[in-house]
């Protein structure tokens, strides 16, 4: 007999995550972590992909950022016996308030929260969950593996047979669960686990890969078109948070011989570099290219 006090809520829906353009982005803070039962369903999900032959999908400290920040909006103040599904967001946070789908618009696209909340510079896609029976890791997966859109999603079957996972965040709050599935590869380099040692590093990261060429031997370098130097690093973060809210998503440091740099974007392709660098150089005098990552 079904218990009468079991709820149980499936939100499927595409959101779609332009650039970062919007002044209201906000900063990861620097003790930002997900908790240990958040890094529990990063790992189920990866290996319900390993059990189809499908690599890991690398944890995003962006888009985690994003789920909790979902999660604990929907725990406080999501109200399901209204019109608003669980891709609505409240009027109690420093996003512009959304019913979804009643409220959609142009000027108020859902799809355009991400942007909002911490810029993922690509599109994303997003499944909800809630119990107030049972919320564990296991349970939330199991119930995602036998619906078959979240299980496609999860597994890149279907309509999702052409994409290729670079990024996943994933928050669980009160019996609410957000796993956000992405296309790019965030720029963080690093994600913590509250309470614990336990860091999972992005090794995909330009942060990652600039700070290990040199002790990895790497011979391809990266290019990143250079705006300026800074004294200190408190200033040079603040420099790239503006230019991320400026429209510049993938503004970044390079700190390589204790030098701290900013750069607005990077490739690993000279020419592609040197041919962008042309572009950047019209608004930004005396910018450059820096390779990292090709010192013998």
């Known amino acids: 007999m079904r218990n009468r006090f079991f709820f149980l809520y499936l939100a499927l829906g595409l959101l779609l995550f332009n650039t970062r353009t919007i002044a209201q982005t906000d900063t990861i803070p620097d003790d930002f972590c997900i908790s240990a039962e958040e890094y529990q369903l990063y ?5 319900y992909r390993k059990a ?14 994003v789920a909790i920040t979902h999660v604990r909006d929907l725990a406080a103040n999501y109200n399901p016996d209204t019109i608003c599904n669980m891709h609505s967001w409240s009027d109690k946070g420093r996003w512009t308030p959304i019913c979804f789908p009643s409220g959609q618009s142009k000027k108020n696209n859902i799809r355009l929260k ?3 909340i911490i810029g993922y510079p690509t599109i994303a896609y997003e499944i909800t969950y809630w119990s107030n029976v049972e919320n564990s890791p296991r349970q939330i997966l199991s119930f995602w593996r036998k619906n078959k859109v979240s299980s496609n999603m999860l597994l890149n ?5 052409n994409i290729s996972w670079k990024a ?9 669960a957000v796993v956000w599935l992405g296309k790019a590869v965030d720029i963080e380099m690093e994600t913590k686990v509250c309470g614990s040692s336990v860091k ?6 330009p942060d990652y890969k600039a700070s290990h060429a040199k002790l990895s031997g790497n011979k391809t370098p990266i290019f990143y078109i250079t705006v300026g130097s800074y004294n200190n690093r408190k200033d040079a973060v603040s420099a790239v948070n503006s230019y991320k809210q400026m429209g510049y998503p993938k503004a970044v440091l390079v700190e390589r011989d204790n030098k701290i740099r900013l750069a607005i974007d990077y490739f690993t392709d000279k020419k592609e570099a040197d041919m962008a660098l042309k572009k950047y150089a019209k608004k930004f005098k005396g910018s450059w290219v820096l390779a990292v990552g090709n010192e013998k």
């Not at 079957?157 to 047979?161: S, T, Y």
């Not at 996943?168 to 019996?175: C, L």
């Open 52 to 65: 189809f032959a499908l690599p890991e999908i690398i944890l995003s400290k962006s888009l985690s950022y």
């Open 43 to 47: 790992q189920l999900i990866n290996d």
């Open 168 to 176: 996943i965040g994933v928050g669980i709050e009160d019996g609410y």
């Open 114 to 116: 991400a942007k909002e």
């Open 200 to 205: 999972i590093l992005n090794d995909a990261s």
């Open 157 to 161: 079957q279907k309509k999702w047979g």
